[in-house]
């Protein structure tokens, strides 16, 4: 059974840097062709995309947000890390990591984490 | 980029009845296109990949079809927790989410 968690601030600061971790049980990220991506979803509004890496470590970034973004893996932990700099209260979302593979679907995804930018 | 545009935003229906909604892409994504479902408070949960294929476990009445840049995703006949947002996703061009359709009861 696959499942991931996230983990990380509920509140930053306008400006501050967001450090999320996902830590995930029932897959390998050493294993080919799978990948953890992360996604965020503002209250009431429709998930989007931010970044992928891969058992190779490619990884893709949301051009809107590419120059933003950081994800690094740690295979030995389970885990995986996304770093978002300059955060502005519009980033105001839950966040969440999933499982996938080379089809970039998403299945399963972590419970996700509110995370509030506010001074 | 691709966009996503569901129809309708809003779908009221009644248990039992079948629900049809649809999402529009603003460009040729050939089949690379997927359906979640959500339910308040929780995560997406994927219910079809690659236009027609049900993932693990979902039942028989979600189906989807279409290619391209029109797409259906059918509930044949709604069971009371089937109730919820549903939402495309398309992968051909980068990653993108369409707006959602809220399913609700009548």
């Known amino acids: 059974q696959i499942t991931l968690k996230e983990s990380g601030p509920t509140l930053v600061k306008p400006t501050q840097t967001l450090t999320l971790t996902c830590t995930f049980s029932?897959?390998?990220?050493?294993?080919?062709?799978?990948?953890v991506g992360w996604l965020r979803q503002p209250p009431g509004k429709a998930p989007e995309w931010l970044a992928l890496?891969?058992?190779?470590?490619?990884?893709r970034f949301s051009p809107s947000l590419k120059t933003r973004l950081t994800i690094t893996k740690d295979t030995s932990k389970n885990q995986v890390v996304l770093l978002m700099t300059n955060m502005d209260p519009v980033d105001t979302a839950t966040y969440y990591c999933a499982h996938t593979s080379w089809t970039n679907y998403f299945d399963p995804w972590g419970q996700g984490t509110l995370v509030t930018v506010s001074s | 980029e691709v966009v996503l545009t569901q129809s309708p935003a809003t779908l009221s229906l009644s248990p039992g009845e079948r629900a049809t909604v649809s999402c529009r892409a603003s460009q040729s994504v050939s089949r690379y296109l997927a359906w979640y479902q959500q339910k308040p408070g929780q995560a997406p949960r994927l219910l079809i990949y690659?236009?027609?294929n049900r993932a693990t476990g979902i039942p028989a009445r979600f189906s989807g079809s279409g290619s391209g840049t029109d797409f259906t995703l059918t509930i044949s006949s709604l069971e009371p927790e089937d109730f919820a947002v549903y939402y495309c996703?398309?992968?051909?061009?980068?990653?993108?989410f369409g707006g959602g359709t809220k399913v609700e009861i009548k």
């Open positions: 890496i891969y058992w190779d470590d490619a990884k």
């Open positions: 690659d236009a027609s």
């Open positions: 996703q398309q992968r051909s061009n980068w990653l993108s």
């Open positions: 029932g897959f390998s990220l050493s294993t080919s062709g799978v990948g």
